[in-house]
Structure formats: C-alpha cells, structure tokens
C-alpha cells in the first residue's frame, strides 16, 4: 500500500529559529514529490521535486529529495510567526497521477 | 494565483438531507479532485476527473457521487446527509501534462451534518 509519512506531527518553535521537516514515502511508480502549506483555508504549493540532490528554493524556505532513501525535508530559515501552517507532503505515484498525502506537520512559531 | 471557486464555505445541515457542494475553476484545467480532510488528519482522494464525462473513486469510499458535464465543473453530491459525513471537502484541479502538474486548491467547504 502506497504511503507517506511526515514526521514530527507537530511542532513548537520562536521565531528566529530554523527547523526541518521531514517526509518519507513508499510508493509505486513514483513521479515526483510535493510540499504544500495550508492555513486556514486551501493547501497552497510550494515545491515540486523529481531529482535527487537538487535543492529547490524560495526565499527562507527550501526543500531537497533523496530518492535512494525515499525521503524528502523541507527547511525553513528565520520562521516567522506567518510560518505557522500545516505543512503537506504529497507524492505523485502510478500512471493514473494520483496524489497521496501525508497527515502533514503542524508548525507554530511563537513571537 | 489558481482560479477555483467553492461554495457554499460552511454548510450545517440536518441527516437525510440531499446536498451539492460546488466546485468552479476558470482555468481550463482538464483534471479535478475531491479530496476529504478530517481534522489533523491527512487529505483523502474520494473523486477526480480526467475531463468531461469522465468520474473515477479515489481511494477513500465515499458515499457522494460526481459528475463532470463541463470542464470548468465539478460538484459532490449527497443524496442523504449523514453525521459520519462531517468533515472538510476540498476542491482542486490541475493540468494534464504527464501527471505532474501541481494541484490547485479552493478553500474547501466545511460540512457539518446534525
């Protein structure tokens, strides 16, 4: 059974601080791996990796895959209190490209 | 910014009642998803679409049924409203070049059925 793992389910921070969040997976015929930060209302997409080793960027946030090892991190630098979110991992897997999601990391950042 | 539209936002309802829930994109997207979200929980694909006249289940059984008679068109509909129907209902939809587009999201429609 296809799945995806995230971990730490939920995490307290200060701003200033730079955390890691984690995703691992196993699945089927994977096409690619997605994060996604979701507030109050709908996910909004921040990155979609493919390759190995090939950090992508976006301003304090950046994320990198490890397909050997199945797993992916995302980083953020200097959080703010608008980083709080749950943050999403999602897979692209199978010739239908269904998108599996994992139960994601809710992150607060206090002031 | 992705153009997709649901409504209503919040729907309280009582059990046995039949309800849609509407989803609208402007951008001419050929794939559409429903996907169910309980709190703190993950997303779960009920339904997607690959185009018009095409429904297909996701992986998670739902009892509301789809249809696709335009492409910018998406509704769920349940004939009979439950409690254990209680939960968040997201619309997204995305481009078919090769499965890897990314999704775009409404903002969902929180259901609650008392």
């Known amino acids: 059974e296809d799945k995806v793992v995230q971990s730490p389910l939920s995490l307290v921070v200060h701003e200033g601080d730079t955390v890691t969040l984690n995703c691992s997976y196993e699945?089927?015929?994977?096409?690619?791996l997605l994060w996604y930060k979701q507030e109050k209302k709908a996910p909004t997409f921040l990155f979609m990796l493919?390759?190995?080793?090939i950090e992508k960027k976006s301003g304090r946030l950046s994320s990198i895959l490890d397909k050997k090892e199945l797993f992916s991190i995302l980083n953020i630098t200097a959080t703010q209190t608008g980083d709080s979110a749950i943050y999403l991992c999602a897979v692209f897997t199978g010739n239908t490209g269904k998108l599996i999601f994992g139960q994601g990391t809710t992150l607060q950042v206090k002031p | 910014e992705a153009d997709i539209y649901q409504t209503p936002r919040y729907l309280v309802i009582g059990t046995g009642k039949k309800i849609t829930l509407e989803c609208s994109q402007t951008m001419g997207h050929d794939k559409m998803y429903w996907y169910q979200q309980d709190p703190g929980m993950e997303l779960h694909l009920i339904h997607y679409?690959?185009?018009?006249?095409?429904?297909e289940k996701g992986d998670l059984s739902s009892e509301s049924t789809v249809s696709r008679i335009r492409t910018e068109h998406f509704p769920l509909t349940l004939e009979s409203a439950r409690p254990s129907h209680t939960s968040q209902y997201l619309c997204a939809s995305s481009e078919w070049t090769g499965n890897n587009s990314p999704l775009h999201f409404g903002n969902g429609t929180r259901l609650t059925v008392t």
């Open positions: 493919t390759s190995s080793g």
């Open positions: 679409s690959y185009g018009v006249n095409s429904t």
């Open positions: 699945v089927t015929n994977f096409r690619s």
